[in-house]
Nanobody, 120 residues
C-alpha cells in the first residue's frame, strides 16, 4: 500500500497562515488527481482542494479564495497554502493521490493526516 508523506500543520491564530506539503513515492505509474481533504470531530471527510494533471483546480465552497493548491507532476508533490485561517478550519488534513499505481493497478493513496488547530 502506498503511503503519502505529509508535513506542515500545527497551531495557528485566527487570520494566520500555514502551508501543508505532501509527497508521493516515485514508483507510482501516474497520478491523475492530487489534493487535500479534512475531517473534524463529528463530521464527514470533505474536499479542501484538488488539482488534476492539467492544473485544473477544485476547491471546497468554504475556501472562498483563502487557500491555494499547487503540485509538481515530476516530483509527485503537492502543497496547500492556507491564508486567513479561521477557527472552523480546525481539523485533521489528509493528502490524497488518485491515478494508476502500475500500468494495470489503480491508485487511491492517503497520508497519515496532519492536525491543524486555529485558536487564539
Amino acid at each position: 500500500q502506498v503511503q503519502l508523506v505529509e508535513s506542515g500543520g500545527g497551531l495557528v491564530q485566527p487570520g494566520g497562515s500555514l502551508r501543508l506539503s505532501c509527497k508521493a513515492p516515485g514508483r507510482i505509474f501516474r497520478i491523475n488527481d492530487m489534493g487535500w481533504y479534512r475531517q473534524s470531530p463529528g463530521r464527514e471527510r470533505e474536499l479542501v482542494a484538488s488539482m488534476d494533471r492539467d492544473d485544473k483546480t477544485t476547491y471546497g465552497d468554504f475556501v472562498k479564495g483563502r487557500f491555494t493548491i499547487t503540485r509538481d507532476n515530476i516530483k509527485n508533490t503537492a502543497s496547500l497554502q492556507m491564508n486567513n485561517l479561521k477557527p472552523e478550519d480546525t481539523a485533521v488534513y489528509y493528502c490524497n493521490a488518485e491515478g494508476m499505481l502500475t500500468a494495470r493497478g489503480a491508485l487511491d493513496a492517503w497520508g497519515q493526516g496532519t492536525r491543524i488547530t486555529v485558536s487564539s
